[in-house]
C-alpha cells in the first residue's frame, strides 16, 4: 500500500478559523457515529463497529491536534478564549461516544465472541475497545453513566483552565535588572536576549522571565543573592496567589475531587488505583514500592552531596545554610572549581545546527532513515522548520518531522513531543518537537550548553517512536502507549551523550571548528555523576508528591496545599522549605498534562534505559544488530502488545535497577 502524507492547513490559522474547524469536524464525526449505531446489533463486526470506530473522526482528529497544538505552542488571547468552548464541546461528544450503551453492548458482544479470523494486532484493537467502554462506565447504569459524563465535562473545563492559568503567569512575568554589575557571569547569550527584551518593551537595564534559558541563567550564574531569592520566590508562587484570577488553588483541589469521583464511580478506591491498574507497574504499592528502594538507595548520596556544596560555600563565604535560591549558584560553582566544568564553557561547542544534524546522523546510523528540510510545507510559525523522514532502503516516507526550537511570547516553557498526524494504516505521521533555546543573537548562532543538547535528544527520542512506528491503527500507534513505558524511547537517547566517543564525532567549537577538548568532555563525564542523588531524590519527591494527591481520598487531603507538600518533603528534604510558595499550583504534569499518578513513570523509565542501554554499550554505540531489534522490538510497536512483552524480546528478561545504581556511581 502507497503511505500518504496528510498534513495540517497552517494557511489559515487564526483562532476563529481553528475553532470553527474543530466543531465543523465534530458534526461530521457525530454523523459517522450515527451510522455505526444504526448498524442492529445482531449484524454488528469486527468490520462494521470496532474498525468503523477506530477510522471515524480522522478529519476532527487533525483539526483538534492543530487547534491545541498551537494553543501550547503559539496561543493569543482570541485563542485561548475560543479554548473553553472547543474543549467543552469535544469532551461532551467524547463522553456520548464513549459511554454509549448500545456500541458498548455490540463492542462487547464481539469481544466476547469468535475472534479466530482477527489477526493478533486486531484482537488488540478490539481488546482496547472492549476495555475502553468498560474503563468509561459504558455498562453502568443510566444515573451513573450521566453523573460520569457531568463530572468528565468539569474535569475537562477544569484542567483546561490550570494551564491557561500558568500560560498566563508566565507570558506576564517579567525580572527587571538594571545593575549590570550582578550579570557578569550570565552567559553571553542570556544577556543578549535579556537586552533585547528590555529594548522591545521599553525599558533600561535587562529583563528575565520564566523560559528556562532566561530563569537558570538568574539562578545560576547571578551574583545578586536578593535577586535570585526574589525570582525564586516569584516562580514558587506561580498560579498560588489567591488574590489573583489566575490563581490554581482551588483548581488544585477541583481537579483532584473530580478525578476521585469518577474512579469511585467506576469502582475503584482511589484514582491512582484506576489509572495504574492499565500501566506496568498495575497497582499504587508497586509504585510506592519502587520510589521507596531508590528513596534508600539515593537518599544517603543526596545528603552527602549536600554537605559537600555547603562545606564548598563556606569556604569562600557563602550562606549557611543554601537556601533553595543559593543551590544553582553555589553548585555551577562547585562545578568549576572542584570538576572543572563550567557549563556554559559547553556551549560553544554545541551550536543548534551541528547538533541537529548529529542527532539525524545518529538516527540514520542506527535506524536507517535520512532526514532533510523541506521548504515546500508551511509552518505554522517562521521560528519553525519542516523535515522530511525517508528509510533508506527505498526512500518511501517515514513521517513529517516539524522542529520548533525558540521561546516566543504564547508559548508554553519547557520542552515536549506531539503528534499534528498520528500514523495509521495507509498515513504517516507528523511530528512535531517543541523546545525553548537561546536562539541567535548579535551575529551568533544559537548555541547549546550540554543540558540543552541532552534535552533536545530525549525529545528526538519521543519524536522516532512517533515516526518508526508500523502500527496500522493510530489509536495504538507511535507514543499511545502507557505512561511508565513512554519514556523509554526518549530517556535512552540520553545515553549517548554521555559517551566521550560520541561526543568527539560532532561537538566542535563555532568558530575555529576545534573539536571539543578532552578537558572538557572529562569534565562532563564527572559532571555526569554529580549530584546524581540529588537529582533523583528531586524526582522522587515530585513522584510522591504526585502519589499523594491521586492516591488518597479528596476529604483526606489537608485543607492547605502547604501541609500536603510539607508532608510529602519532610522526610527527603534536602535544603530549607522555600516559605511562600507551592509546588503543585503549577505542576502542569499532573494537573493540566497526562502525568496524573504517573510522573513515577519518569524514575522507572529510567530505570528501563538503563537497563536497555547496556545493550548498546556492549555491542557497539552504533551497532545496526542492537539497534534492529529496538527498533523492532520497541520502537515499531506502539502499543500493539503490552509493554512488558516487548521488553523482554528486546532484553531477553525483565528490567531491573541494576544497570541505573551503575550508571550513577551508586554500584561497581
Not at 543573537?441 to 527520542?461: I, R, Y
Not at 479528596?554 to 508532608?567: A, R, S, T, V
Not at 497526562?594 to 534505559?609: N, P, R, V
Amino acid at each position: 500500500m502507497t503511505e500518504e502524507r496528510v498534513y495540517p492547513d497552517f494557511a489559515h490559522r487564526d483562532a476563529d478559523t481553528l475553532a470553527s474547524r474543530v466543531l465543523e469536524a465534530l458534526e461530521k464525526h457525530k454523523a459517522e457515529i450515527d451510522e455505526i449505531k444504526a448498524v442492529p446489533q445482531e449484524e454488528a463486526t469486527f468490520r462494521n463497529t470496532v474498525l468503523a470506530l477506530e477510522e471515524s473522526g480522522k478529519e476532527l482528529d487533525l483539526a483538534s491536534a492543530v487547534f491545541f497544538n498551537l494553543l501550547h505552542a503559539d496561543a493569543d488571547d482570541r485563542l485561548m478564549e475560543r479554548s473553553e468552548e472547543v474543549t467543552s464541546r469535544l469532551t461532551e461528544v467524547a463522553n456520548e461516544v464513549n459511554m454509549d450503551r448500545d456500541l458498548a453492548l455490540k463492542v462487547k458482544a464481539i469481544y466476547e465472541g469468535d475472534q479466530s479470523a482477527l489477526s493478533d494486532i486486531e484482537k488488540r484493537l478490539l481488546f482496547r475497545s472492549y476495555d475502553g467502554y468498560k474503563r468509561s462506565g459504558a455498562f453502568l447504569t443510566d444515573d451513573v453513566r450521566g453523573k460520569l459524563k457531568n463530572l468528565r465535562m468539569q474535569l475537562a473545563v477544569a484542567t483546561l483552565n490550570f494551564g491557561q492559568n500558568m500560560l498566563k503567569e508566565q507570558n506576564a512575568y517579567r525580572l527587571s535588572v538594571r545593575d549590570a554589575s550582578v550579570l557578569t557571569r550570565l552567559p553571553e547569550s542570556a544577556l543578549r536576549s535579556a537586552k533585547k527584551k528590555a529594548e522591545e518593551e521599553g525599558l533600561d537595564g535587562y529583563v528575565f522571565d520564566f523560559s528556562m534559558p532566561s530563569y537558570t541563567a538568574i539562578m545560576k550564574y547571578c551574583d545578586s543573592r536578593p535577586t535570585r531569592e526574589k525570582m525564586a520566590r516569584d516562580r514558587a508562587r506561580l498560579c498560588f496567589d489567591p488574590g489573583k484570577e489566575t490563581s490554581n488553588i482551588s483548581l488544585v483541589y477541583e481537579i483532584a475531587g473530580l478525578r476521585s469521583e469518577i474512579s469511585r464511580a467506576l469502582g475503584y478506591e482511589t484514582f491512582a488505583e484506576c489509572t495504574l491498574s492499565e500501566k506496568m507497574a498495575k497497582k499504587p504499592e508497586t509504585v510506592l514500592q519502587m520510589l521507596d528502594s531508590l528513596r534508600d538507595a539515593y537518599l544517603p548520596k543526596a545528603r552527602e552531596e549536600v554537605r559537600e556544596v555547603q562545606a564548598f560555600a563556606d569556604t569562600i563565604g557563602g550562606p549557611n545554610p543554601l537556601e533553595p535560591w543559593d543551590w544553582s549558584y553555589y553548585t555551577e560553582l562547585f562545578r568549576e572549581k572542584n570538576l572543572s566544568y563550567d557549563e556554559e564553557a559547553t556551549r560553544p561547542y554545541f551550536s543548534l545546527g551541528e547538533s541537529v544534524s548529529a542527532l539525524f546522523g545518529l538516527a540514520h546510523d542506527l535506524y536507517g532513515i535520512s532526514i532533510r528540510k523541506n521548504d515546500t510545507l508551511p509552518a505554522y510559525h517562521p521560528d519553525v522548520t519542516v523535515w522530511d523522514v525517508t528509510r533508506d532502503e527505498d526512500g518511501s516516507l517515514v513521517g513529517t518531522l516539524l522542529t520548533d526550537f525558540f521561546p516566543r511570547k504564547g508559548k508554553q516553557s519547557g520542552a515536549w513531543m506531539t503528534n499534528f498526524v498520528e500514523a495509521y494504516d495507509g498515513v504517516r505521521p507528523v511530528v512535531s518537537l517543541v523546545m525553548n533555546f537561546t536562539p541567535e543573537t548579535g551575529g551568533k548562532p544559537s548555541l547549546l550548553t550540554f543540558d540543552e543538547v541532552s534535552t533536545m535528544f530525549h525529545e528526538f527520542g519521543h519524536g522516532l517512536h512517533g515516526l518508526l512506528t508500523r502500527v496500522p491503527f493510530s489509536s495504538l500507534s507511535g507514543t499511545n502507549v502507557v505512561h511508565d513505558f513512554v519514556e523509554l524511547p526518549s530517556q535512552i537517547m540520553e545515553n549517548w551523550l554521555r559517551e566521550p566517543d560520541f561526543l568527539r564525532t560532532f561537538a566542535r567549537h563555532y568558530e575555529t571548528g576545534e573539536t571539543i577538548p578532552e578537558d572538557i568532555v572529562e569534565a562532563i563525564t564527572r559532571n555526569a555523576r554529580f549530584l546524581a542523588g540529588y537529582a533523583c531524590v528531586r524526582q522522587l519527591g515530585f513522584g510522591y508528591l504526585d502519589m499523594a494527591w491521586y492516591g488518597r481520598h479528596p476529604e483526606e487531603l489537608p485543607k492547605e496545599i502547604e501541609k500536603l507538600e510539607d508532608e510529602v518533603s519532610e522526610p527527603i528534604r534536602l535544603l530549607p522549605k522555600l516559605e511562600g510558595g507551592a509546588t503543585s499550583t503549577s505542576f502542569g504534569h499532573i494537573f493540566s498534562g497526562g502525568y496524573a499518578a504517573g510522573y513515577y513513570g519518569y524514575k522507572w523509565s529510567e530505570i528501563l534505559d538503563a537497563d536497555a542501554f547496556e545493550e548498546f554499550r556492549h555491542a557497539g554505540l552504533r551497532d545496526k544488530s542492537t539497534a534492529d531489534r529496538f527498533r523492532t522490538c520497541i520502537l515499531e510497536k506502539g502499543d500493539s502488545e503490552d509493554p512488558e512483552v516487548l521488553y523482554e524480546r528486546f532484553k531477553g528478561r525483565a528490567a531491573t535497577p541494576d544497570a541505573l545504581l551503575r550508571r550513577d556511581g551508586l554500584t561497581g
